[in-house]
């Protein structure tokens, strides 16, 4: 099944770069999403190349969900010439714009307001395509996705606004950030925006919710929120699990691997196809050039052609 075979790809991918990181040969951060697959899968599934798609700093999942190239991405995590970002962003700069994977930006929520002008843009173009726009619970804490929300609902843009609830923002927990009261969906709500809720880690749950959501904004009824809740199983940045330094216990991490979304799921035959994937991603990382002097010379031109392909 695809929405499986989708899922096992990115935790093994992002397994691979865990095992090599401490290798030291990727010299940026990582924010990997392993346990959080379903979300990416779920919701990409339902996107077609000619869609966008714009996320954060955990952005691996997305950028692969939506069709990325592997073996682009692997370079510019290793800052090579052939990365998807000519190797000068690294792993929270992803883009591939055949895809449709138009950016992902580190700042946390700064990517919702750009995905709602990429929607305005597409809006005034009249290109039937919808922009999704990947966040955590955390950035609804940003002045900026309160403002983003009002502007997509005021002009009933084509976006869908994905919210991966992982309870934590680095080792702050949700309860110390927002009161209890606090209910992210139904802020979206009240600016008339469709809205749902749905379990994260099951991919059959966030396909069908998405899909649902996506008929509104595809007849032009505007935007749609949804929030996922699942959890991260390694640290917040970085190959290694941390539950141990006390910001969050065994036991709930333990609890949250009985409901891996990819529990019980085997295939001997996706498993070796994955693999040759991988090593071939990676053998061409490893063969490709340190982007040289020109290169750096030609950034803002760059910048401004990824601009103008989608604005
Ligand atoms: C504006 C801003 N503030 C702080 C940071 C540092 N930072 C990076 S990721 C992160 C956590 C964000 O939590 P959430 O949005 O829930 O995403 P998650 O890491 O859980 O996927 C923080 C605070 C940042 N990158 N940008
Ligand atoms: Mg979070």
């Keep these: 099944m695809t929405l499986y075979y989708e899922m096992l790809r990115i935790r ?8 090599h990181y401490p290798e030291q040969k990727m010299r940026c951060p990582v ?21 966008y798609v714009i996320s954060g700093h955990r952005a691996h999942a997305h950028y692969l969900a939506k069709g990325g190239s592997l073996p682009r991405m692997i370079a510019e995590i290793y800052g090579k010439k052939t990365g998807c970002c000519k190797g000068r962003g690294g792993s929270m ?105 749905g379990d994260g880690n099951s991919v059959e749950d966030v396909f069908s919710k998405t899909n649902k959501a996506l008929e509104h904004v595809r007849k032009g009824q505007g ?47 996706e498993e070796k196809q994955i693999a040759a994937e991988i090593n071939a991603a990676f053998l061409f990382a490893h063969n490709s050039p340190l982007p040289g002097l020109d290169e750096w010379r030609m950034q803002n031109r760059d910048s401004q052609e990824i601009l103008s392909c989608v604005l």
């Excluded at 749609?224 to 199983?233: D, G, H, N, P, Q």
């Design 12 to 19: 093994r991918i992002e397994e691979a770069i865990a095992l």
């Design 31 to 51: 924010h990997l999403s392993i346990g959080q697959e379903a979300v990416a899968v779920g919701v990409c599934q339902n996107l077609s190349p000619k869609d």
């Design 93 to 197: 700069h992803l883009t591939d714009l055949e895809t449709g994977f138009v950016a992902s930006t580190p700042i946390v929520a700064s990517s919702i307001p750009i995905g709602v002008g990429i929607a305005f843009a597409s809006l005034m173009k009249k290109e039937p395509r919808v922009t999704t726009i990947f966040f955590g619970e955390g950035a609804t804490e940003e002045g900026v996705w309160a403002e983003s929300l009002n502007f997509a609902a005021l002009k009933k843009l084509p976006v869908l606004f994905i919210c991966e609830n992982n309870f934590y923002s680095v080792y702050s927990p949700l309860h110390v950030r927002q009161p209890e009261e606090r209910d992210r969906v139904a802020i979206a709500k009240a600016h008339g925006i469709y809205t749902d809720a």
């Design 223 to 269: 935007p749609a929120f949804l929030e996922f809740t699942t959890y991260r199983y390694r640290e917040h940045c970085g190959p290694y699990f941390d539950n141990h330094i006390g910001y969050r216990t065994e036991e709930e991490a333990a609890l949250w691997q009985t409901r891996c979304p990819l529990k019980n799921y085997q295939n001997i035959d």
